[in-house]
């Protein structure tokens, strides 16, 4: 008996990298107008998705993404600023990340244990 080739509805439940929300439930969900979102990604803080059709689709990272910058932008952070502040954050939290991965497998806080 061959696979189905067809996915499972519930494939990408879970999968917060998965394109599922088009620009104007995006825009509705994060409280903006598709205009900011459409700013956000000339900006290249996000680069939405395409269906085949060519419409935008937005996964629920960067709909987070976009949230984050609209909370900066609320409070007067200009667009840009609000982007870079974003990329800056994003990648302090990676670097936290990989550091606290390098320590543990280094054996602790300090290094290698020592004997």
């Given at each position: 008996?061959?696979?189905?080739?067809?996915?499972?509805?519930t494939?990408?439940?879970?999968?917060?990298?998965?394109?599922?929300?088009?620009?104007?439930?995006?825009?509705?969900?994060?409280?903006?107008?598709?205009?900011?979102?459409?700013?956000?990604?000339?900006?290249r803080?996000?680069?939405?998705?395409?269906?085949?059709?060519?419409?935008?689709?937005?996964?629920?990272?960067?709909?987070?993404?976009?949230?984050?910058?609209?909370?900066?932008?609320?409070?007067?952070?200009?667009?840009?600023?609000?982007?870079?502040?974003?990329?800056?954050?994003?990648?302090?939290?990676?670097?936290?990340?990989?550091?606290?991965?390098?320590?543990?497998?280094?054996?602790?806080?300090?290094?290698?244990?020592?004997?």
């Amino acid at each position: 008996m061959a696979p189905d080739p067809r996915p499972n509805a519930t494939d990408h439940l879970d999968d917060d990298d998965y394109p599922a929300y088009t620009m104007g439930r995006a825009a509705e969900i994060i409280g903006t107008t598709p205009a900011f979102l459409r700013a956000l990604g000339e900006a290249r803080l996000i680069t939405p998705l395409r269906s085949g059709g060519g419409h935008r689709r937005y996964s629920r990272y960067q709909l987070r993404i976009a949230a984050r910058a609209r909370e900066l932008v609320d409070q007067g952070t200009p667009i840009e600023a609000a982007c870079r502040i974003i990329i800056l954050e994003d990648q302090l939290e990676d670097a936290l990340r990989l550091n606290e991965e390098l320590r543990r497998r280094e054996g602790g806080p300090d290094g290698p244990a020592r004997g």
